[in-house]
C-alpha cells in the first residue's frame, strides 16, 4: 500500500508509534469525522486561502454526502427549508427533495442576488416556513460556470447573517481558473460565523476516492459552543449513514497532499492546462459556427470551471436532448434539468472538461446542424 | 496498488481490455450501484447459499448505508413504519429516528415471534401506520446473539408475506459459527420475494474496506418489474447519499475474493478459531466467576457471533456503565442502548470478538467484582 505510507509514516511520528502499528490501527473502524482534517486544513489553507481549525474538518465519503449531512442536519424540524440558487446543482435539490425539505430558489444573479435572497427568505416566512441554509457555488457554478465577485458575496453573507441563514459554499471548481484574480471564498469573508465550507478531491486527485470534506466554523453566529454542537450533530448523522470515511482513501489522500507539501497548485497544472485550452477551443468554434446566429444565441465565456452557458431561440427539453444525441451524435444538457421552475426551458450547459481538445470542433459543428435543423423548421 | 490488480485483471479479460485502461476508467465516476456485484454474488452464493442475480447487488459504502438506503426508500411516505426485534442494533433504529420514520417493536423471541410481529402490524394498522419493513439480524443477532431456527424463520416470512412486508435480513456475523448446523438464511427461505439479503465486508475482510451491500431479489410479491424498480429506487437514492461506492475499495474487495476463489471461508479460519476460543474462555469465566450466584444471574451460550447476554438482578444503565468502567476498569454494553422500551433495564451485552482471550479472565473477574459490589449494596 504505498499511495498510504506517508500517511501512516506522518501519523507515526506524530504518536511516536510506528508505521506498521498505526496502518493496523487504521484497519478497524475508525473515528466518525475522519483522520486526515489536520491535513486537509494544512492544503485548504495553503491552496484556497480559507484558514479552519482542524477539528472542525468533517471527512465525508465524497462532498455529495456533505450536502446531504448538512442539509438533513440544518433543515431537521417541521417547517425548516433550504433556499437554493435556480438552476442549481441537481445533487443539492434531489437531497432535499429525497428528505422532504421545502426548496426556496432565487433567480436573480450578480448584484440583485442578495436583495432577491432577503425576499425569498421573508417569503418563506409567509409560508411558515424558515429558511436554515443556503446552497451554493459562488466560484464556477454547476451548471452556469457563473462567478459571484467580492461585493455580492458580502451582500449575501450580510443578508443570511441577518436572518441566520447558513450558507453551504460549496467549491468544486474554485481550483480551475484560468484568467483574472482568484475570487475569496465567501468561508474567508464571513465575519459573522455563518459558512459552512464544502471540498473534494474529485476534481483536483480522482472521483472515485469519493473523499470530500465539510469545515464547520469556529464559531456559528459567534458561539463556539453551537459551532461544536453543530459539528457533533453532523458527525453523528454521519454514523448511522456510512459509519466513518474509508481510513484506506483517506490515507491515500493525506499521503498524497504530504508528498505535494499540501498544495495542488502544481499536481493539477497538466489538468488546468487542458481544461483552458478546452475553454479556449469552445470559445473559438462557437464563435466561428454561430457567427451568423449571434442575435439569436448567445452564450457566456467561463474564465474557469467546467461548464459554459448558452442561451437558445427555442426550448430545449427531454426531446432535444434525445433527438440532439441520435440524430447529431452530440450530448448536451437541457438546463432544464437544473431548474426550479420554467425559466431555464431555453438554455442548456456545455461541459468540456472530460472531452479531448479535438472532438470540441466536431462537437460543435455537430451541435450547429442541430440548431440549425430547429430554428428553420420553426421558421 | 496490488490489492486491487486481480480485480483489474479480471475485468480486462472479461472486456477484451488491458488492466491498465480498466484501472485509469474505474478512477472515474462510476456506476452508482457498483462494478463488483457478480463477484460478490459468487462469494454469497458460495459461502451463504444465497443465490443472487449479479444486477440486483447494490454494492454500498459499508451495510450501514445498505440499510439507511433500503429503510428510507420502503418507507417513504407518510404513515410507512418499520418494524424492529427490541432490543434491535442501534444503526437500525437510529436510522429510522433520523428520518422520522415510526418504529414498531416485538420484543417475542423464538416461536413467538412470528405471532407477535402479526399482532404488531395489525397495531400499526390502528394507529394509522403501515408497516413497510421488517429489520433483523436471524444469526447472531446484534445486540442478544440469538438464532433463529428453520421453522421460526418460515413462520416470520410467512407473516410478512402476507402483510407485504419486506424483510431486511441482516448477516455480518452468519460466517462466525462455533458449533452446529448453519442456518438457512431467510433469503434462501423466502418463496414471495419479499426479502432483501444485506452484508458486509467490515467482519470478514476489514471494517474501514467500507464496503457492504444490499441483494435485491428476483422478484418482489412475484413481480420481476417491481424488484427492478425496488431496485432502481435504490440506486437513484444513493446517487445522491454518496454517488457511488469508492471503486478503489469495491477492487480491493474484488482481488482479494478473486484470489480466494470466491469464498472466505478459509481466509477467516483464524479468526473464527480466535473468537470461538474467547467465547470458550468466556463460558468457563462466567461459569467460575459466578457458580454461587447461578439463581440470580444468567446467560445465553452462543453457537457463534460476537456477543453474549447476561441477565442481572438490578438495573445497568448509564450510571453503572460508568460505575463499572471507572470503579472496575470493564465495559460492558447497557442492552437498555438497545432497547426501545424498558425492558431490557436488567440485561448487559459483552462482546469477546475484539480481545485477546488472555484478558477475559480478568474482565470477568472484574464485572463479579462490580455485580457483587451492587447486590451488597441493594441487600
Request: hydrophobic residues 40%.
Amino acid at each position: 500500500m504505498s499511495a498510504t505510507l506517508p500517511f501512516h509514516q506522518w501519523m507515526a511520528q506524530r504518536s511516536g508509534s510506528n508505521a506498521g502499528v498505526v496502518a493496523r490501527s487504521l484497519l478497524q473502524y475508525g473515528r466518525t469525522s475522519g483522520v486526515i482534517g489536520e491535513i486537509i486544513a494544512r492544503q485548504v489553507a495553503s491552496d484556497e486561502g480559507v484558514q479552519c481549525n482542524s477539528e472542525r474538518v468533517l471527512v465525508t465519503a465524497g462532498c455529495q454526502e456533505a450536502v446531504a449531512l448538512c442539509l438533513q442536519t440544518l433543515c431537521a424540524d417541521a417547517g425548516d427549508a433550504v433556499l437554493m440558487r435556480n438552476p442549481t446543482y441537481i445533487g443539492g435539490s434531489a437531497v432535499a427533495h429525497l428528505a422532504g425539505i421545502p426548496i426556496y430558489q432565487v433567480t436573480a444573479a450578480g448584484a440583485d442576488l442578495a436583495t432577491a435572497i432577503d425576499g425569498e427568505i421573508r417569503r418563506a416566512q409567509r409560508h411558515g416556513h424558515r429558511i436554515r441554509a443556503l446552497y451554493l457555488i459562488p466560484e464556477f457554478d454547476n451548471p452556469t460556470g457563473e462567478v459571484l465577485d467580492d461585493a455580492d458575496r458580502r451582500a449575501v453573507l450580510e443578508v443570511c447573517a441577518r436572518h441566520r441563514v447558513v450558507v453551504l459554499e460549496d467549491n468544486p471548481y474554485g481550483m480551475f481558473r484560468f484568467d483574472g484574480t482568484p475570487s475569496t471564498p465567501m468561508a474567508t469573508l464571513d465575519n459573522a460565523g455563518s459558512v459552512i465550507y464544502l471540498g473534494t478531491y474529485s476534481k483536483t486527485l480522482c472521483p472515485t476516492l469519493r473523499v470530500g470534506y465539510a469545515v464547520v466554523p469556529e464559531t456559528l453566529w459567534g458561539s463556539a459552543e453551537a459551532a461544536q454542537s453543530l459539528f457533533d450533530e453532523l458527525t453523528l448523522r454521519k454514523s448511522y449513514v456510512s459509519v466513518n470515511t474509508s481510513a484506506i482513501t483517506q490515507a491515500m489522500v493525506a499521503g498524497f497532499l504530504l508528498q505535494e507539501n499540501f498544495s495542488l497548485r502544481n499536481w493539477i497544472q497538466p489538468s488546468l492546462a487542458r481544461y483552458r485550452q478546452n475553454r479556449d477551443r469552445l470559445l473559438l468554434a462557437l464563435d466561428a459556427e454561430f457567427a451568423d446566429l449571434q442575435e439569436h444565441i448567445s452564450w457566456n465565456r467561463p474564465a474557469g470551471g467546467f461548464f459554459l452557458t448558452m442561451d437558445l431561440p427555442f426550448e430545449f427539453g427531454n426531446e432535444a436532448l434525445k433527438s440532439c444525441a441520435a440524430d447529431h451524435q452530440v450530448l448536451v444538457m437541457p438546463m432544464s434539468f437544473f431548474a426550479l421552475d420554467s425559466s431555464q426551458n431555453r438554455r442548456i450547459r456545455l461541459a468540456y472538461s472530460y472531452l479531448s481538445t479535438n472532438d470540441i470542433g466536431m462537437g460543435v459543428s455537430r451541435l450547429g446542424a442541430f440548431i440549425r435543423a430547429r430554428m428553420e423548421k420553426r421558421s
